[in-house]
């Protein structure tokens, strides 16, 4: 276990660097109204993928695949990873179709709107914030159970420091910041999962011998014919699917790319990105149903690497997890104030422009405490993923069918 000390000091070291940086890029950038909603037309296709991949891969990695490893095996993982990288192909095709019905937009609500009406464009924004509030306190649920058991932190402690200065730099620079540290956080998120996935084979004993204890007592996890694995992974390519066509985050950066090439690039090789960084993650909980006692499944991966891993292999994984966390925190809380802005601005379009960066600011302030709350309580991630997944099914369909 890491000595709590040295744990708060990761925290505070490696969010305050993030912070930090996103915010003195956007002051010398100069913010804008529009900056702070999409960035319109300013990024190339390298840049894209870099943050559409930070953007979608969060903490959530260490635990959803990992957790769905510890019963659902190996079919649930590759339907994991095949759900996660549907909707970033989907948007190769649905990003330039948008552009085209709305080419001055910020939001899937603005085409809602125009397409459908006003009830049905109130229950879809309805949709979206629930969804992203959802994955939001998920995501510091997630980074706050890590914390609690690998170096024995309050909960709330860990959301509440994590939440406060993620907020910092988000409701100051907007998505120009966002996308700015996402650059950063893409360079550090595969090399940091590939050294702590090899460094637990290593300390396992090779490869053989890590998956020796599973194929023996529980081999059913390691079968492509494990009914419950391949029915929970078909749902999750499904769920999956459906929440992320609501990702306002997505739709921003629609926007944000700076011609269709860019965008087909950048979500096309997002999508095939983020197959192997769920299956990492995933197979590491297979490997915990045999070596460790597992008493809470979201946690699997990190009950893992706890009993295996030397304390600089810890620290590793934890610098990974508040990379994870804040990657797709700040994408989170600037989608759910960009698409709310979007809107009053659609319905106020007399609204003095610095009045509504003010009220994006203060949504995306306000945001953060109720996540921190709910993160509290130390829900499964699972669980709360699969609250917004079905409720985002139920409406994907004629939501985007209308499109065509």
């Given at each position: 276990?890491?000595?709590?000390a040295?744990?708060?000091?990761?925290?505070?070291?490696?969010?305050?660097?993030?912070a930090?940086?996103?915010?003195?890029?956007?002051?010398?950038?100069?913010i804008?109204?529009?900056?702070?909603?999409?960035?319109?037309?300013?990024?190339?296709?390298?840049?894209?993928?870099?943050?559409?991949?930070?953007?979608?891969?969060?903490?959530?990695?260490?635990?959803?695949?990992?957790?769905?490893?510890?019963?659902?095996?190996?079919?649930?993982i590759?339907?994991?990873?095949?759900?996660?990288?549907a909707?970033l192909?989907?948007?190769?095709f649905?990003?330039?179709?948008?552009?085209?019905?709305?080419?001055?937009?910020?939001?899937?609500?603005?085409?809602?709107?125009?397409?459908?009406?006003?009830?049905?464009?109130?229950?879809v924004?309805?949709?979206?914030v629930?969804?992203?509030?959802?994955?939001?306190?998920?995501?510091?649920?997630?980074?706050?159970?890590?914390?609690?058991?690998?170096?024995?932190?309050?909960?709330?402690?860990?959301?509440?420091?994590?939440?406060?200065?993620?907020?910092?730099?988000?409701?100051?620079?907007?998505?120009?910041?966002?996308?700015?540290?996402?650059?950063?956080?893409?360079?550090?998120?595969?090399?940091?999962?590939?050294?702590?996935?090899?460094?637990?084979?290593?300390?396992?004993?090779?490869?053989?011998?890590?998956?020796?204890p599973?194929?023996?007592?529980?081999?059913n996890l390691l079968?492509?014919?494990?009914?419950?694995?391949?029915?929970?992974g078909?749902?999750?390519?499904?769920?999956?699917?459906?929440?992320?066509?609501?990702?306002?985050?997505?739709?921003?950066?629609?926007?944000?790319?700076?011609?269709?090439?860019?965008?087909?690039?950048?979500?096309?090789?997002?999508?095939?990105?983020?197959?192997?960084?769920?299956?990492?993650?995933?197979?590491?909980?297979?490997?915990?149903?045999?070596?460790?006692t597992?008493?809470?499944?979201?946690?699997?991966?990190?009950?893992?690497?706890?009993?295996?891993?030397?304390?600089?292999?810890?620290?590793?994984?934890?610098?990974?997890?508040?990379?994870?966390?804040?990657?797709?925190?700040?994408?989170l809380?600037?989608?759910?104030?960009?698409?709310?802005?979007?809107?009053?601005?659609?319905?106020?379009?007399?609204?003095?422009?610095?009045?509504?960066?003010?009220?994006?600011?203060?949504?995306?302030?306000?945001?953060?405490?109720?996540?921190?709350?709910?993160?509290?309580?130390?829900?499964?991630?699972?669980?709360?993923?699969?609250?917004?997944?079905?409720?985002?099914?139920?409406?994907?369909?004629?939501?985007?069918?209308?499109?065509?």
């Amino acid at each position: 276990m890491i000595e709590t000390a040295v744990a708060v000091m990761i925290v505070l070291a490696v969010a305050t660097l993030f912070a930090v940086s996103g915010i003195i890029f956007a002051r010398r950038r100069g913010i804008d109204l529009e900056d702070f909603l999409v960035a319109r037309n300013s990024v190339g296709g390298s840049l894209s993928t870099a943050t559409l991949v930070a953007s979608v891969i969060g903490a959530w990695v260490l635990l959803g695949p990992a957790e769905t490893g510890t019963w659902a095996g190996i079919t649930g993982i590759v339907g994991y990873g095949i759900g996660q990288a549907a909707p970033l192909l989907a948007f190769v095709f649905l990003g330039p179709r948008m552009r085209e019905l709305i080419p001055d937009g910020h939001s899937l609500t603005e085409f809602v709107a125009y397409r459908y009406g006003s009830a049905m464009h109130l229950f879809v924004l309805s949709v979206i914030v629930f969804y992203m509030f959802i994955f939001l306190s998920a995501e510091l649920t997630g980074i706050a159970k890590a914390f609690n058991l690998l170096a024995d932190i309050d909960l709330g402690l860990t959301a509440l420091t994590v939440g406060l200065i993620t907020v910092a730099y988000t409701a100051y620079g907007g998505i120009r910041a966002s996308i700015f540290t996402d650059g950063i956080q893409f360079v550090l998120i595969l090399p940091l999962l590939v050294i702590a996935f090899i460094a637990a084979l290593v300390y396992l004993g090779g490869f053989g011998e890590a998956f020796r204890p599973v194929q023996e007592n529980n081999p059913n996890l390691l079968s492509i014919s494990h009914r419950p694995g391949i029915e929970f992974g078909i749902t999750l390519i499904i769920a999956v699917l459906a929440a992320n066509m609501f990702h306002q985050g997505f739709w921003q950066r629609v926007y944000s790319c700076r011609d269709e090439r860019a965008l087909r690039r950048g979500f096309a090789v997002a999508g095939f990105i983020v197959v192997p960084i769920v299956c990492l993650a995933g197979i590491l909980g297979i490997l915990a149903v045999g070596l460790v006692t597992i008493e809470d499944p979201s946690v699997a991966l990190f009950s893992l690497l706890q009993a295996v891993m030397p304390l600089w292999g810890l620290i590793l994984v934890l610098v990974l997890a508040l990379v994870l966390v804040m990657s797709s925190m700040d994408t989170l809380m600037n989608g759910i104030a960009s698409a709310v802005t979007s809107d009053i601005y659609r319905l106020r379009a007399n609204t003095n422009s610095r009045s509504l960066l003010r009220s994006s600011r203060f949504i995306t302030i306000a945001l953060v405490i109720p996540a921190i709350l709910i993160a509290w309580q130390g829900y499964s991630v699972l669980y709360l993923f699969l609250i917004a997944d079905l409720v985002c099914a139920a409406i994907v369909f004629p939501v985007f069918f209308g499109m065509y």
